[in-house]
């Protein structure tokens, strides 16, 4: 029988944002796409219809034109994913809008940066109705959309498929569904991991559930995960794919109970694993936010694959690498963390811009309370300071050979984002959290 373990631990930290930023929200969608996280709609107060970017490496955000008319407009509990220069996003659309569309499919030209028609074959019938807190993931050179909530009929189990060739749509066969698989579902979290889908809890319509599937591309076949461990009934919750497991964060039991728990699935030994925080690090209980992975160990595990889901975005698409390798250098001094309640310390040494090149904050963390085991798990704690680069800088020192931000994004450290979600900081910039975990 599975059992829990507590192998791996993590940090978190709060990243700062500038006035020039997204406000805080709930139910929008995320996606990224070559070291950036695009972040679209939701709501705070009201439902929100703007678009944004966020730079990982500058710690900058842009706004984005979303007022054309090929643009969306206001979406909460939608969907977004990216393939090959496209953002795709869908679903979404409030009841006044609904009429508008016969298919909310909207298509973002990331080279152009502005939203382009999407145009569907007038006369077909085999397309998906406006839906919210469905998931989204990319396999192969397709987007599978499973569940949501459609108007007037409530939870849906339908599971559909867009081919980014052809942009046809297909219902993926029914008699793989119903008592077979995961049945009619939203706010639940899906990922991608080689062939297989992974679906996690949600709202079966009005109860919470904890029930694990798997959907395999290639043999079209549902199976149940069992275990008695692991997370609890969850809704509003992220999955993100990380190394050979997948991280799932946050949601509630209820709408209105928010938790801040990190679980990790190993899919090689079939665990649950619930990650120990350091000290004084403790995330916010998060709802309906949204996680986006950068770095080299949330890279897809199969060549041309890229997830997504209503509440998460997994996985960075960066330019190939050349063979040329350019790692970063760094002298290093003893620093104090105070806020993480250590003792010891080494921070990596940061430099003004025109001097040396702006680098990496690397922190390696020693916690009060800690046996020797635990500290040798924790290893190299990475932790990004995004605030030590400036927007331009030449690299001459120490093999830095490239200018270009774009260089820069393929040699991030592993990190997990939190954006946004429910409790809201009320007339504030949206909250950024940055997690990083140590190998297990």
Request: glycine share 8%; charged share 20%.
């Amino acid at each position: 029988m599975p059992t829990m373990s507590q192998k791996s631990i993590c940090l978190w930290t709060q990243l700062p944002q500038s006035t020039q930023s997204p406000s805080d929200r709930f139910k929008h969608a995320c996606c990224t796409y070559d070291g950036h996280v695009y972040i679209l709609g939701g709501r705070d107060n009201n439902s929100l219809r703007d678009f944004w970017r966020y730079s990982v490496v500058r710690n900058e955000w842009t706004e984005l034109v979303c007022t054309s008319k090929a643009a969306p407009e206001e979406l909460e509990e939608h969907s977004m994913v990216a393939h090959e220069g496209f953002l795709y996003v869908f679903g979404g659309l409030l009841d006044s809008a609904y009429t508008e569309w016969r298919c909310p499919l909207w298509v973002f030209d990331i080279a152009k940066q502005k939203w382009v028609h999407w145009q569907g074959k007038k006369h077909s019938t085999q397309m998906p109705t406006n839906r919210k807190g469905h998931s989204g993931v990319v396999f192969g050179s397709e987007m599978f959309i499973y569940g949501g909530y459609i108007d007037m009929r409530g939870s849906s189990q339908e599971f559909w498929s867009l081919n980014f060739d052809t942009m046809d749509w297909s219902q993926v066969d029914e008699c793989h569904l119903g008592s077979l698989g995961p049945g009619p579902r939203h706010s639940h979290s899906a990922m991608a991991h080689k062939d297989c889908m992974y679906v996690f809890g949600g709202l079966q319509g009005l109860r919470e559930q904890r029930d694990f599937w798997r959907w395999n591309f290639t043999s079209h076949t549902w199976s149940c995960l069992k275990s008695m461990s692991g997370p609890s009934r969850l809704v509003g919750h992220s999955a993100v794919a990380y190394k050979d497991s997948m991280l799932l964060f946050g949601g509630g039991e209820s709408q209105d109970s928010p938790k801040n728990c990190l679980w990790r699935y190993s899919f090689t030994t079939h665990t649950w694993e619930r990650l120990a925080m350091l000290a004084g690090s403790n995330p916010p209980p998060r709802i309906h936010h949204c996680c986006a992975g950068l770095g080299p160990s949330y890279k897809p595990a199969t060549s041309g694959l890229f997830s997504s889901s209503h509440h998460l975005s997994s996985g960075l698409m960066p330019k190939l690498l050349d063979s040329k390798l350019r790692p970063f250098k760094n002298k290093c001094f003893p620093s104090p963390l105070t806020f993480l309640g250590t003792e010891v310390a080494i921070e990596l040494e940061t430099f003004s811009p025109g001097k040396t090149p702006p680098t990496f904050a690397v922190v390696e963390c020693g916690n009060k309370g800690l046996t020797d085991k635990d500290a040798q798990q924790i290893g190299n704690c990475l932790t990004f300071e995004n605030q030590a680069l400036s927007t331009q800088w030449s690299c001459e020192e120490e093999g830095l050979v490239d200018t270009e931000e774009d260089d820069i994004s393929q040699h991030l450290p592993d990190l997990l984002l939190v954006l946004g979600g429910k409790p809201l900081t009320r007339h504030m910039p949206i909250s950024v959290w940055q997690v990083t975990l140590t190998d297990s």
